[in-house]
């Protein structure tokens, strides 16, 4: 039981030119020479938006207001880079920065925090202005946001589902509290014309919850043969965990397809199955808990060979 949905058994893509540049990034802990020596690099993994693949990437970055922030420049293309369409529709990413590696959300900003960040990036390196100049398209900066500490500190499996389900929980109030601030702005016209159903932000958040709790529901639906073959007594608490599982997933479902087309989707109708979701995903986290803990407490984690 993991929030982190980056653990995947192949190895991912790196395209031929960037082999050596990520194997130096790795082996130097994070320094490179070359085209791209003395310049601020990360990597990027992201999930391919059609392939489900993982790719890796390297990209310049730049730091504002304690955020890391990369651009999709594409060399001034007149076409948006691959990674930055993964992460419209796979928002969690994994970064690579110096030595230390952690999940994040990739969030795009929009308009004149948009324009704000970009001219950081103009500052750092003029090349960048050079890029837009060359092309129509509005080259995106995206904010790698990070959501929770990877490093556990549970001692066992319950411990480890209350720091799941907290980081689910605060994710899910963080989205509503967005979307309670988003929509009010709507009612009152103070947020402009509002041209789009919900901003690329909220959006982001939703769908990185979204991912989160579709992964963390699969690691369980793994783990419940399991523990119910070494525990009969949880056969019928597990068979409703699954119808949980089920309808919690359909409430998923719906938000994910709202969010597919920002220009189509009904704020109201969001609205109301991210109330649906709250209501639906805190009845079923607390009756897990409150059934799950006693026997989870007693089994160590990171679980142990047999």
Known sequence: MTE???????EPH??????????????NGGRVGGMFEGGDLLLLTTVGARSGREHTTP???????????????????????????????HPMVRVELGTETFGAVAVPAEGAERDRLFAEFVRTD?????Y?????????????????????????????????HTWLRDQLRHVRAEADAYLAERASGTGGSAPLGLNLQLRQHCLAFCESLHFHHDSEE????????????????????????????RVRGELEALLADLSTVDPE?????????????????????SELFPTLAAIPFPPTAP
């Open 4 to 10: 982190n949905p980056h653990v995947r058994t192949a």
């Open 14 to 27: 790196v395209s031929d030119f960037n082999i050596p540049v990520v194997a130096e990034f790795r082996a």
């Open 59 to 89: 990209l310049g970055f730049v730091r504002v207001d304690g955020r890391v922030l990369v651009v999709g420049s594409a060399g001034g293309s007149d076409r948006h880079p691959d990674w930055y369409r993964n992460v419209l529709a």
């Open 126 to 130: 003029s090349g960048y202005a050079d």
């Open 132 to 164: 837009q100049a060359g092309t129509e398209r509005i080259l995106p900066v995206v904010a790698l946001e990070r959501p929770y500490n990877e490093e556990s500190e549970a001692a066992n499996l319950a411990d480890k589902l209350v720091e799941v």
């Open 222 to 249: 793994f783990m419940f043969p399991h523990l119910g073959s070494q525990n009969p007594h949880l056969e019928d608490v597990i068979e409703r965990l699954r119808e949980e599982h089920r309808a919690v997933n």
């Open 269 to 289: 109708r969001f609205d109301a199955e991210l109330n649906r979701m709250t209501r639906e995903l805190e009845a079923h986290l607390d009756y897990e808990e």
